[in-house]
Nanobody
């Protein structure tokens, strides 16, 4: 069955870095961009970064984050530097049907999510 397994989150202080990792299987991923989303408490899920034939980043993390995908290993990582309190949230990996859309991809039919990995950034 479909598996999306995120790891690497934790509690850090502002200015520190984290690398999030995702292993995915059981679905059709090759034809899609793969990306990282996050959801802050009380907020809608949003796209942070995506990787396909190009890489895209949300304005909020551009310059501080690097997404990397390994198609052979079915992994996608997100390195986040200079973390800020507003980066706090649960981070999820998933397909990115439209890499130009940075909102919740539910409207594109993305309806399965892993457990996510929690990132907490304290000031």
């Amino acid at each position: 069955q479909v598996r999306l397994a995120e790891s690497g989150g934790g509690s850090v202080q502002a200015g520190e870095s984290l690398t999030l990792s995702c292993v995915y299987s059981g679905g059709t991923y090759s034809a899609y961009f793969m990306g990282w989303y996050r959801q802050a408490p009380g907020k809608q899920r949003e796209l942070v970064a995506a990787s396909g034939d190009k890489t895209v980043y949300a304005d909020s993390v551009k310059g501080r984050s690097t997404i990397s995908r390994d198609h052979a290993k079915n992994t996608v990582d997100l390195q986040m530097n200079d973390l800020k309190p507003e980066d706090t949230g649960v981070y999820y990996c998933n397909i990115v049907p439209d890499p130009s859309y940075f909102g919740d991809p539910t409207m594109y039919g993305v309806d399965y999510w892993g457990k996510g990995t929690l990132v907490t950034v304290s000031s």
